[in-house]
């Protein structure tokens, strides 16, 4: 079967270190991917996408890279802060009709929990 | 510009009761989501609507129904709420197909 999953549940950093995320799909016709931080109590927040075509993106913080070949996706936080202690959820849109409706409907992996310790 | 609004946030009911989550996004999307929220289990989806008009089954629909009673909002009624539906509801909406979907703060609802 399909799935998005990720390496590790729980992720601990220093204040101030590098965070990398992981994220496996098993869809090699996924042509959308999210990430999501979601805070306690919260829901999720988008934080940066990924199209198919392209390999890397970056944001304030953050990156994604994409490697199709191994059908992987990771977030990578700089300089990560308490306020990024969430968990984080990547997402793919499988590209293709699913659970008998539109294309468009994401699947989610069970996500990571990142603490940063000060 | 609120995004998504859901009412009510917490929610406590004995089994057999039925109740009306509420969820309005006031960005102009076409698309609207229910997932519910279980430890380990990730976003599962409950129901969607492509559009206004239109409403499909996801992945867990038993015991929920759905109403898009407009553009801007997207109901799920539980007729009588069961111990299993004991969880945290999401509602999302999403304009076209590209797939970035905006969630609303959650539902917390516990069936006695």
């Known amino acids: 079967g399909e799935s998005v999953g990720l390496h590790l549940p729980t992720l601990s950093v220093q204040e101030g270190d590098n965070s990398i995320i992981n994220c496996a799909y098993s869809n090699s016709a996924s042509d959308y991917f999210i990430w999501y931080k979601q805070e306690s109590g919260k829901g999720p927040q988008f934080i940066i996408d990924i199209r198919s075509n392209m390999d890397k993106r970056q944001g304030q913080r953050v990156t994604v890279l994409l490697n199709k070949t191994v059908k992987h996706l990771s977030l990578q936080i700089a300089a990560t802060q308490p306020g990024d202690s969430a968990v984080y959820f990547c997402a793919e849109n499988p590209g293709r009709r699913n659970y008998g409706g539109s294309q468009g409907n994401l699947i989610f992996g069970k996500g990571t929990k990142l603490s940063v310790k000060p | ?112």
Request: aromatic fraction near 10%; proline fraction near 4%; charge should be positive.
């Open chain 2, 1 to 112: 510009n609120a995004g998504v609004t859901q009412t009510p946030k917490f929610q406590v009911l004995k089994t057999g009761q039925s109740m009306t989550l509420q969820c309005a996004q006031d960005m102009n999307h076409n698309s609207m989501y229910w997932y519910r929220q279980d430890p380990g289990m990730g976003l599962r989806l409950i129901y969607y609507s492509a559009s206004e008009g239109t409403t499909d089954k996801g992945e867990v629909p038993n015991g929920y129904n759905v109403s898009r009673l407009n553009k801007r909002e997207f109901s799920l009624r539980l007729e009588s709420a069961a111990p299993s539906q004991t969880s945290v509801y999401f509602c999302a909406s999403k304009l076209d197909l590209r797939g970035l979907q905006f969630f609303g703060p959650g539902t917390r609802l516990t069936v006695l």
